[in-house]
């Protein structure tokens, strides 16, 4: 076996080597927020080139969502760490060098790092406006707030809580947090660029080809035909290699120096340029003392740091998924996207998912302790259905939310004893609306190549496609050759995010293989998927389809130290049909270990708005040896069923779980992750010794 | 970023301590590299010059005859795999076994992990409480320093400009030792609190690490009579803890009563 990944074969966006080419370092700044009163790049030395903000001045301003990014700081750096000059020279230690001779003069200001503090009125403004943007990956109506940090604001407004819970038997009310983490992907951010005249070639670790393609065309002002985005298979994403993020820098290095330019991130970069989202959000839940839930309110906070990149659509996310797998009639939800002058915040595998199941599973055990009914019952007496409407107004169909609940409770022994085990529900949704093409190519030699943006980041999306094509095409496996993603040359896709790749590709690659054999060498398929929601309302399609998963853990906790031990995790999810069994199985794993450390050990650290921990030493991911006792999982499949995304499913429940599992010992932690020394404090208060 | 630094390869130790003493603190010490590679890394740290121990013969000995003598480029990994360690100095086989992952042990050295001295490193600790020495040498000769005498602050030493760990000696012998490495995260983090105990006979030592800018031990509070618990408690308030990501200086202390009782324990009978 000599798997091009085990033998180095690989040929990643940093191994990307072009005649002439440079290398570039990025300067930036020390401030969490300051103006920038002078720059200076006399002392540099001959032969290296550098970018500075008077040369990105004339560029144009870019973001997924919110127009609110340019190339570089121009006067204002708005987190530290926030790029102000770039040099390029012919390596990266050269150019370093160079670096190190820039003046920059600062003139700092007020910052804020808590988004609710943030997104009050008297809060320093990390932005002047919020300019919605024309991008595609702007789908749904923004709703900047004036003259405040919030660049999103997300309701979902059905029925009347406030009044429902006046009728309510038990109502519990809870605030909760999580923490900012890194994805910690193995392969750092690494771009190159090249002008060809007035064509730009960019080969890139992306998630997002076409959505990058656009925003570089905003940049540079050019036609996005005139840009070629190359996508080699990534060693790691997570969401991180989403939209702009060196490419920028990359290509206006390239076109000043005339030559093509390499940037790839230094490890400690990687804290700077995108984390997830830290949150706050305030639960209050009511039911009827039969366990009938009838009212649920949620406030989410999602702190996007000082860029909004996609945090709006990760605000909406995180609110239109909190109300849960349950039928409640009463659901109002306000989840604000607030800038702070954190380096910013963005997509990050669950998606804002992970945040409000944490909340809202929580609120649930709580309220069943009130109830004094089993957390398992309540659930089941309140799981969604087919047939059932959600929040959203959308009627929800082919439902498993009870079949994986049983599935996890049933692999931790719950009926046995209930002490120290846990168990979480999590409904989250798929990119809707989105589209997805992918072409079909019948070569003279008998085999077929595939073409289509779906990118590989190690999650096995190009092997899956090629199993697809040759399932649908009736060949081997063997006879496929799936083709780096060019969009010069592949067709338009969304982007490769929220798990709908396997999806979406699948149907767009039916209809190809039909064109295909009706037109003999070359066919084309697309798939639209519809939908969206009213932000004001929350009313509309949320989701084509819904992912859906549970989890259940058991902890031993020492109780004079705090410390958690997970003996047993299980996560069970609707895969609907299993395309490729060992990456799926992978992925259920690979999400409950980022769960794992995400329920117990990460957390970015910062202190008056520096990352303090942006080191793998100091920042702490699972090890092999921190893996529970017993790991294991389902992929809960139906006959005849489509194909369920899965690559994110598994993570999100697992916090909430194992949260669950130490609230059964009657130890409350409502913030992540769950460090010995917060529930240290939740023995102490339990035992009445604090407050 | 300054330039690369001089590379100082010797090929005996006589050639090492000449250079040491020529280039003295400019010349930066790297037998594994773990910790100097990350110093570097982090900008930490811009030497002018590298001395490489890697090319030095005759460091990387393991010998047990009554004390065991682990040579200064032994490396971690070496310790926790030697069958005589494992058998006569468990707890010390068992402090180099549970560092970090055995990436890194494969690669961290008796010599290194003394002469950094990082407060947060686990064998410090438990050579500190078996009342192991290190053998020093420079071109001037030849001395011996207490563990507890060589670490004396974060990143603090005793040794001279010119000299060199060779050696470190533990005291063989009837002993009863443990170490408990207490971790607030990560299986492969570095310890919160760290404890070390040693009995031989009437002699009790009890060495904190992790929790303070070097190993805390207090020799007065080390009484043989008293119970694991009446010297945890005693310790919790001797020592003045830090707060650092892996835990606040409040929470230290509570650790530290909890776990100096249960490493007493360990070799209580």
Known sequence: MSDPRVTGAVRYAQDVELPDMLEARIVRSPYPHAGIARVDASALPDGVVVLLP?????????????????????????????????????????????????????????????????????????????????????????????????CHRFRVRQGDPEAAFEECDVVVEETYRTAGAQHVHMEPHASAARWDGDRLEVWTGTQTPYNLRSDLARIFLMDPERIRIVCPPMGGAFGAKTFVRLEGIAAALARKAGRPVKCVLERAEEWQTLNRHPSVIRVRLGAKADGTLVAARFRCWADTGAYADCGPGVAQKMGFAAAGPYRIPHVWVDADCVYTNLPPNGAFRGYGQMQSTWARELALDLLADRLGIDP?????????????????GEEMHDCHYEACLRAAARAVDWDDARRGKGVALLLK????????????????????????????????????????????????????RYAVPDTDIGPYDTRTTSSRSTYVMARALREAVRDLRANGRRGHGMIEIPGGLDPD?????????????????????????????????????????????????????????????????????????????????????????????????????????????????????????IGNALASLRLHVTELPLAPEAVLCAVDVREGVRA | MSPEPEWLQPRSLAEALDLKAERGEEATVVAGGTFVGILMNQGLLAPTALLSLARVPR???????????????????????????????????RSFSVVASPRVRNQATVGGVLADADYASDPPAMLTALGAVAVVRSSRGERSIPIDELIVGHYETTLAFDELIVEVRVPGGG???????????SHEDRPCVAVAVCRRGDDLRVVVGAVADRPQLFPELCDPHATPGEIGLAYADAIEPLSDIRGSAEYRRRVIAVEVRRALEEIAG
């Open chain 1, 429 to 480: 949704g798929m990119q809707t609306p989105s589209r997805a093409e992918i072409a079909v190519e019948a070569e003279d030699d008998g085999t077929y190549t595939v073409r289509c943006a779906t990118a590989e980041m190690g999650q096995g999306a190009w092997r899956t496609i090629s199993l697809l094509a040759a399932e649908e095409l009736g060949v081997d496996v063997g006879q496929i």
């Open chain 2, 175 to 185: 002993h009863r030792a443990a170490y408990r490495k207490f971790r607030s995260r």
């Open chain 1, 376 to 392: 398992v019952e309540l659930r089941l007496k309140n799981v969604l259905h087919d047939g059932d409407r959600y929040c959203t």
């Open chain 1, 537 to 657: 309302t929350g009313q509309g399609v949320a989701s084509h389809h819904w992912h859906q998963g549970a989890a259940a853990a058991e902890v031993r906790v020492d109780e004079e130290t705090g410390k958690v031990e997970v003996v047993r995790l299980h996560a069970a999810i609707y895969a609907g049909r299993v395309v490729n069994r060992p990456g799926a199985e992978l992925q259920n794993e690979g999400s409950m270990i980022m769960g794992l450390g995400t329920a117990l050990y990460e957390e970015i650290d910062v202190a008056d708005g520096q990352v303090t921990n942006a080191n793998l030493s100091d920042y702490e991911i699972p090890a092999f040896a921190d893996m529970p006792e017993r790991l294991t999982h389902d992929l809960i499949e139906r006959e005849g069923a489509d194909i369920h995304g899965l690559g994110e499913t598994a993570l999100p429940p697992v916090p909430a779980a």
């Open chain 2, 59 to 93: 460091l990387d000995g393991i010998e047990a005859n009554g004390d065991l003598r682990l040579g200064a480029l032994v490396t971690h990994r070496a310790v926790e795999l030697s069958l005589v360690v494992r058998e006569r100095w468990p707890a010390l086989a």
């Open chain 1, 54 to 150: 008077d040369d990105v001045r004339g560029l144009g301003v870019y973001g997924p969502q919110i127009q609110d990014a340019t190339v570089l700081a121009l006067d204002v750096a708005r987190y530290a760490g926030d790029p102000v000059a770039a040099v390029a020279a012919r390596t990266a230690r050269e150019a370093e060098q160079a670096a190190s001779l820039i003046e920059i003069d600062y003139e700092e200001l007020p910052a804020v790092f808590d988004p609710v503090e943030a997104a009050g009125d008297d809060a320093p403004r990390v932005h002047e406006i919020a300019e919605v943007s024309e991008n595609e990956a702007a789908y749904f109506d923004l709703r900047p707030q004036p003259g405040t940090n919030v």
